[in-house]
Nanobody, 121 residues
Framework: QVQLVESGGGLVQAGGSHNLSCVASGRTFGSYIMAWFRRAPGKDIEFVAAVTSSGSTHLPESVKGRFAISRDKNTLWMQMHSLKAEDTANYYC?????????????????WGQGTQVTVSS
């Protein structure tokens, strides 16, 4: 059974830093793109970052320069810096088979339950 389990959510002050992690189990994820998405209150789910098995990354302009994504085997991390109130969201770990990074959530087959990050201003 495939499981993605996020951890690290919490309350952070604006301007601060915070780290998230996700442990994947149930299969070998070496052939999977690993990604972070988020859903802010009242908004659609949003692509945040993704990393290939070879370490190539893609982040949208909204978080580029502030967030970083990395992985090691079946563990995924995200380092978040200069956090803003608009970064408040439930953050999800996701996995998509293949080597091409997609930003559409429909491309990701496996999802975690999410971890809440709240940035106080």
């Amino acid at each position: 059974q495939v499981q993605l389990v996020e951890s690290g959510g919490g309350l952070v002050q604006a301007g601060g830093s915070h780290n998230l992690s996700c442990v994947a189990s149930g299969r070998t994820f070496g052939s999977y793109i690993m990604a972070w998405f988020r859903r802010a209150p009242g908004k659609d789910i949003e692509f945040v970052a993704a990393v290939t098995s070879s370490g190539s990354t893609h982040l949208p302009e909204s978080v580029k320069g502030r967030f970083a994504i990395s992985r090691d085997k079946n563990t995924l991390w995200m380092q978040m810096h200069s956090l803003k109130a608009e970064d408040t969201a439930n953050y999800y770990c996701a996995a998509s088979y293949g080597t091409i990074i997609y930003v559409a959530r429909e491309r990701y087959r496996y999802w975690g339950q999410g971890t809440q990050v709240t940035v106080s201003s």
